[in-house]
Every structure is written in structure tokens, then in C-alpha cells.
């Protein structure tokens, strides 16, 4: 045993001996004939006031900030950095590369002024954003207000594998920012963490098809959600992974919007996490057929409905959270609390309460569905119930206009629900 030992220590020794040789080898061949390391560089910065921008917030910087970005994609790759500043862009700074770049800034002291109409900055199309960051900037509406199709940063070839955080996307008191980031062709790997998008009268997100697209905190606020076709995030098709978390999507025409209307293919699967949708038009409105998840979210205050589902082979969870105060704002609507006219569903734990229409509204080709462990409460009718292969059970109805309506159906059990006027 003692020999067994023995041996086998030594052979762990000349095996770490080689292993040391190797990489005191691979080290030596790292380093020239003069002793110069010959790896990879490590990437450029170029930063645009060395380049002639001057960040005062009334020359025209556009050349001096497109001369930088150039410089890092003739270098195969950097990063293109604003220090503190006020840069006014009168052009899009086109980015012709799928290298892989960084932009970066000082934080929201480093100011973009988005004085054109065309996109801020923008990938062109057949050249995809990939494996690039962009962050600690902000773009600032300048000028006049921007067209609806006008965004801060456009990804017209798509955007794989890359990063948006920390940014700032607005207008500049009444000037009112069009959209905030725009992917085309193909939106997959991809996170914007912290971002916040101020006075969106376009689209605050739009996704493209791919998969594996996060939206992790931050806020999408409308200018006001009366006067455009504003959409918070938009998933535009054949997208899959996708997940909102604990993100606020406020004051727009339609909070989130999943399905890309007739023609386009369905989405997959959609993960809303602890977000907020409030104060819009239209809530969640789905039209495709995807699976959504909805998991301990507020959904208030919106004017037609918090929640609609009208994809035929649409199948949506919803566990926990508050759909709350259609009609608040006394605007014209149906002040629903959810609708459902397609798929199937299931309903747990939910509280559905002082809607001024119906707090849970199911019509139309609607069948194996769930609703369970529910409170219903203050609303101007409760429940109103059609659709085929159903169950509504355990929950509790209070102070409803109109507690409980049969709106047709079979094969349904309604059994072991409480309804009180208390």
C-alpha cells in the first residue's frame, strides 16, 4: 500500500511538473524575439473629444462622434466613449460593423442630443448589433420632437449576445422623443438592464424575432398616452425567452403588446415577473398564440381592459398579483379588469378588484380554463363567465354591482365559491 502511495504521488508530480513546463512554455512563446509580448492588444478607446467633439451642447458634433465610431470598426473592434458633455447630433451616426464595439458614457452627464429626425444611432441594415454594450448614456430629444419611427438606437441588421444598461432615453421638456430602441431581423441573447425610457410616443421596446431577450428593471413611460399610438414593449413575432421583471411600463396607449398582427408568425414564451403596467389605454394585449406567464404583477388603472387575451391558441398563467381601478381616470372605456375571448387560461391567487366595468370577462371561443383561489371584489360585475370545459371554484366574490354571470358554455363546475355583500 505504503509502495502504492508512493508512486502515484510521483506520477501527480511529474504530471504537474509537465503542466508547469507547458505553460512556461506557452508563456516564453507569448514574447517576441525582443522580449515584446505579441497576444492581442487589448481594444482601443476612442474617446470623440479626442476626435474633435466638444461636448458644449451647440456644435454640431456629429462628424467628430461618426469619424470615432469608424475608427474603432477600421480597428476591428472598441470602444467609443463620451465623456461628460452635451454632444449635439444633427445626423444618425451609422454603424457599419458587426465587430464588437462598446459605447460608453460618464453616466447621464453624458448627454447625446438627438437634434435630427432620423435615428440617433443606428446598426444599418445587414449588420447586426452583436456582442456589443452600450451604457451609462443618455439621449436627449433635441430640437423638435421626433417622428413616432424615429428611436434613439435603432438596430436595423438586429442585435445578438449584447447588453443595454444604465441609459437614459427622453426629451428634453416639451420635445417629445419617438421611440427608444428599435431591433429588426432578429433580436436573441440579448438584456437591457436599468434602462429608462422618458416621454415614449413611439415604442419604448420593440423586439424582433429570436429568443432570450430580458428586460431587468427600469421604467417605460409614455408622454401621454391620449394623443399616439405609443406601445411600452412590443414583441413583434417568433420570439421565445422573453422575460419582463420588475419593470414599470406606465402612461402609454398599450403597455405591452405580444403578437404582430395578422400574417406574423406567433411568439413562443413570455415571462412578466413583479412588473408594473398603469395608467395606459390597454394593458397586456396578446393576439398571437404564445404561452405568457404572469407572475405577482400590478396591472391598474387603465382605461379599457388590464389585461386582454385574443389569440385563438393563446394559453396564459397568471399567479398572483392585483388587476385594479379600471377607469380611474374617468377616460371613455369598457374599465375592464381582464378579458378573454381566445385560448385558455388559468387564474390563482389573484386579487381582481374595484373595476368599474367586469373584473374577469370570458366570451367567445374560450375553453379549459381555470380560475381558483380568487378574490373579486368592488367591482361593477364580478365574473361573467362563458367558454366550454371550465372551472371556477374556491373563490371570493364581495360587493360586486353583480356578483356572478352565466354567459353560456358547457361542461363547467362552479361550485365551492363564497359571494357576500360585506
Not at 109 to 128: D, N, T, Y
Given at each position: 500500500?505504503?509502495?502504492?502511495?508512493?508512486?502515484?504521488?510521483?506520477?501527480r508530480?511529474?504530471?504537474?511538473?509537465l503542466t508547469?513546463g507547458a505553460?512556461?512554455?506557452?508563456?516564453?512563446?507569448?514574447f517576441?524575439?525582443?522580449?515584446?509580448?505579441?497576444?492581442?492588444?487589448?481594444p482601443?478607446?476612442?474617446?470623440?473629444?479626442?476626435l474633435?467633439?466638444?461636448?458644449?451642447?451647440?456644435?454640431?458634433?456629429t462628424?467628430?462622434?461618426?469619424?470615432?465610431?469608424?475608427?474603432?470598426?477600421?480597428?476591428?473592434?472598441?470602444?467609443?466613449?463620451?465623456?461628460?458633455?452635451?454632444?449635439?447630433?444633427?445626423r444618425?451616426?451609422?454603424?457599419?460593423s458587426a465587430?464588437?464595439?462598446?459605447?460608453?458614457?460618464?453616466?447621464?452627464?453624458s448627454?447625446?442630443?438627438?437634434?435630427?429626425?432620423?435615428?440617433?444611432?443606428?446598426?444599418?441594415?445587414?449588420?447586426?448589433?452583436?456582442?456589443?454594450?452600450?451604457?451609462?448614456?443618455?439621449?436627449?430629444?433635441?430640437?423638435a420632437?421626433?417622428?413616432?419611427?424615429?428611436?434613439?438606437?435603432?438596430?436595423?441588421?438586429?442585435?445578438?449576445?449584447?447588453?443595454?444598461?444604465?441609459?437614459?432615453?427622453?426629451?428634453?421638456?416639451?420635445?417629445?422623443m419617438?421611440?427608444?430602441?428599435?431591433?429588426?431581423?432578429?433580436?436573441?441573447?440579448?438584456?437591457?438592464?436599468?434602462?429608462?425610457?422618458?416621454?415614449?410616443?413611439?415604442?419604448?421596446?420593440?423586439?424582433?424575432?429570436?429568443?432570450e431577450?430580458?428586460?431587468?428593471?427600469?421604467?417605460i413611460?409614455?408622454?401621454?398616452?391620449?394623443?399616439?399610438?405609443?406601445?411600452?414593449?412590443?414583441?413583434?413575432?417568433?420570439?421565445?425567452?422573453v422575460?419582463?421583471?420588475?419593470?414599470?411600463?406606465?402612461g402609454?396607449e398599450?403597455a405591452?403588446?405580444?403578437?404582430?398582427?395578422p400574417?406574423a408568425?406567433?411568439?413562443?414564451?413570455?415571462?412578466?415577473?413583479?412588473?408594473?403596467?398603469?395608467?395606459?389605454?390597454h394593458?397586456?394585449?396578446?393576439?398571437d398564440?404564445?404561452?405568457?406567464?404572469?407572475?405577482?404583477?400590478?396591472?391598474?388603472?387603465?382605461?379599457?381592459?388590464?389585461?386582454?387575451?385574443?389569440?385563438?391558441?393563446?394559453?396564459?398563467?397568471?399567479?398572483?398579483?392585483t388587476?385594479?381601478?379600471?377607469?380611474a381616470?374617468?377616460k371613455?372605456?369598457?374599465?375592464?379588469?381582464?378579458?378573454?375571448r381566445?385560448?385558455?387560461?388559468?387564474?390563482?391567487?389573484?386579487?381582481?378588484?374595484?373595476?368599474?366595468?367586469?373584473?374577469?370577462?370570458?366570451?367567445?371561443?374560450?375553453?379549459?380554463?381555470?380560475?381558483?383561489?380568487?378574490?373579486?371584489?368592488?367591482n361593477?360585475?364580478?365574473?361573467?363567465?362563458?367558454g366550454?370545459?371550465?372551472?371556477?371554484?374556491?373563490?371570493?366574490?364581495?360587493?360586486?354591482?353583480?356578483?356572478?354571470?352565466?354567459?353560456?358554455?358547457k361542461n363547467?363546475?362552479?361550485?365551492?365559491?363564497?359571494?357576500?355583500?360585506?
Amino acid at each position: 500500500m505504503t509502495e502504492h502511495i508512493a508512486s502515484e504521488t510521483a506520477a501527480r508530480r511529474a504530471f504537474l511538473g509537465l503542466t508547469a513546463g507547458a505553460a512556461g512554455l506557452a508563456g516564453f512563446a507569448a514574447f517576441g524575439a525582443e522580449g515584446t509580448s505579441t497576444a492581442s492588444p487589448a481594444p482601443a478607446v476612442f474617446s470623440v473629444r479626442d476626435l474633435g467633439a466638444k461636448g458644449d451642447g451647440t456644435t454640431d458634433d456629429t462628424d467628430a462622434v461618426q469619424a470615432a465610431v469608424d475608427g474603432a470598426v477600421k480597428a476591428g473592434g472598441g470602444r467609443i466613449h463620451f465623456p461628460a458633455g452635451r454632444y449635439r447630433l444633427t445626423r444618425t451616426v451609422t454603424i457599419t460593423s458587426a465587430d464588437r464595439l462598446s459605447l460608453t458614457g460618464d453616466g447621464f452627464c453624458s448627454v447625446l442630443l438627438h437634434a435630427g429626425p432620423e435615428h440617433c444611432i443606428a446598426w444599418k441594415e445587414g449588420c447586426s448589433c452583436r456582442e456589443v454594450t452600450v451604457r451609462d448614456l443618455c439621449v436627449c430629444a433635441a430640437g423638435a420632437s421626433k417622428p413616432l419611427e424615429s428611436a434613439a438606437i435603432a438596430c436595423l441588421g438586429g442585435v445578438e449576445r449584447s447588453v443595454f444598461s444604465q441609459l437614459l432615453l427622453t426629451g428634453d421638456g416639451d420635445i417629445r422623443m419617438g421611440s427608444g430602441i428599435l431591433t429588426r431581423e432578429v433580436a436573441d441573447t440579448t438584456a437591457l438592464i436599468q434602462c429608462v425610457m422618458w416621454g415614449v410616443t413611439g415604442k419604448g421596446l420593440e423586439v424582433a424575432r429570436g429568443s432570450e431577450v430580458r428586460l431587468l428593471g427600469g421604467r417605460i413611460v409614455g408622454f401621454t398616452r391620449d394623443e399616439h399610438k405609443s406601445v411600452g414593449v412590443e414583441l413583434t413575432g417568433n420570439n421565445g425567452g422573453v422575460h419582463i421583471l420588475t419593470t414599470d411600463i406606465i402612461g402609454l396607449e398599450t403597455a405591452v403588446k405580444i403578437g404582430g398582427g395578422p400574417g406574423a408568425p406567433s411568439n413562443r414564451e413570455i415571462f412578466i415577473t413583479h412588473a408594473t403596467i398603469d395608467s395606459c389605454t390597454h394593458g397586456l394585449v396578446q393576439t398571437d398564440n404564445a404561452y405568457t406567464s404572469i407572475a405577482g404583477c400590478w396591472a391598474a388603472s387603465c382605461d379599457e381592459e388590464q389585461i386582454l387575451v385574443e389569440g385563438r391558441g393563446a394559453v396564459l398563467a397568471v399567479a398572483g398579483g392585483t388587476i385594479f381601478n379600471g377607469g380611474a381616470y374617468g377616460k371613455p372605456g369598457a374599465h375592464n379588469g381582464m378579458v378573454v375571448r381566445g385560448g385558455s387560461f388559468t387564474l390563482s391567487g389573484l386579487t381582481i378588484r374595484h373595476n368599474k366595468g367586469t373584473g374577469i370577462l370570458v366570451e367567445g371561443n374560450v375553453r379549459d380554463y381555470t380560475i381558483t383561489g380568487c378574490r373579486i371584489a368592488d367591482n361593477g360585475r364580478g365574473a361573467v363567465l362563458g367558454g366550454n370545459n371550465f372551472v371556477f371554484s374556491n373563490n371570493t366574490l364581495a360587493r360586486n354591482g353583480v356578483q356572478l354571470v352565466d354567459n353560456g358554455g358547457k361542461n363547467k363546475n362552479t361550485g365551492g365559491n363564497v359571494l357576500t355583500d360585506k
